[in-house]
Nanobody, 125 residues
């Protein structure tokens, strides 16, 4: 399972970024995918996830109302639209795929067995 994350960059507080995670059609159509943030000096934490069927999503409290996760079936890509960004959103964002093939969306690292390389997001104040 290969995952390619992209879309990170430098943005001012209040701005927006869209992260993308591209994978194979097989993975895209069989595994739930999620985004995790590792802020400087902190452990990696769940941000958002979406089931492979697209009907189930889950968000961390910090992401609710600001971030939207979605699937682009034509590109085998999961996007994370991030609006109203804050300095505390700064860090490396990792795309990950579930171990299992069900429709659940885990919020713990242990639910995910496959990880992309990460993309850096820096939000300046």
């Amino acid at each position: 399972v290969q995952l390619q994350a992209s879309g990170g960059g430098l943005v001012q507080a209040g701005g927006s970024l869209r992260l993308s995670c591209t994978t194979s059609a097989r993975t895209f159509n069989s595994r739930s995918l999620g985004w995790f943030l590792q802020a400087p000096g902190k452990e990696r934490e769940f941000v958002a996830g979406i089931a492979w069927g697209g009907t189930i999503t889950s968000y961390a409290d910090s992401a609710k109302g600001r971030f939207t996760i979605s699937r682009d079936s034509a590109k085998n890509t999961v996007n994370l639209q991030m609006n109203s960004l804050k300095p505390e959103d700064t860090g490396v964002y990792y795309c990950a795929a579930h171990w299992g093939l069900g429709q659940s969306v885990g919020t713990r690292e242990g639910s995910y067995g496959y990880w992309g390389q990460g993309t850096l997001v820096t939000v300046s104040s």
